[in-house]
């Protein structure tokens, strides 16, 4: 039998919290933004943050915009020789995460000293520490990384199993 009592309901509720992690994400498009887009998907192809251009106007939105902020503005001193840069955060549970960048004109996000090298950059609790995908020629170019729990994460959700069980005389 699974007895949830008030403290295991806790841990759960904590621990399935503590399951989303923290991602930082870096996107460097070169000064032809009007030719970008990206998308950011899980496993199941939901789109959970994107980018494109509309009406000359420039949408950046994540499902977490309320959230964390969006941040937008020039690489370097200036966008004509080092392009744009936009960060942002979001928290995402584990699994597995898409990237796809677009480019209308078909010469990726290469241009003066943007080498489209450092195109879309991941960090914080994914597989290897972080990613970096390259977007320096074509019209698109993808990239995937996985969110790994934080073992404190998975530790918090055995205890909500040990909490749960109730002994039987």
Not at 27 to 32: A, C, K, L, N
Not at 41 to 53: F, G, H, K, L, P
Not at 71 to 100: K, P
Request: glycine fraction near 12%; charge should be negative.
């Amino acid at each position: 039998r699974f007895a949830l009592t008030t403290a295991g309901i806790a841990t759960a509720a904590i621990g399935s919290t503590a399951a989303a992690e923290l991602i930082s994400f870096e996107i460097h498009q070169d000064r032809y933004i009007g030719e970008a887009g990206w998308t950011l998907s899980d496993a199941s192809s939901n789109v959970i943050a994107s980018m494109y251009i509309s009406s000359s106007y420039i949408y950046i939105g994540t499902s977490q915009s309320a959230t964390y902020s969006v941040g937008f503005g020039a690489w370097g001193s200036s966008t004509a020789v080092s392009g744009y840069r936009t960060t942002f955060n979001m928290d995402l549970a584990a699994g597995n995460y898409f990237v796809n960048m677009t480019d209308t004109w078909g010469d990726g996000w290469a241009w003066s000293a943007n080498t489209g090298l450092d195109a879309f950059a991941v960090a914080g609790n994914i597989d290897g520490g972080s990613a970096q995908f390259a977007f320096t020629t074509g019209a698109s170019a993808v990239g995937a990384f996985t969110v790994v729990p934080a073992p404190g994460a998975l530790a918090l959700l055995g205890l909500a199993g040990l909490t749960s069980r109730r002994k039987r005389k």
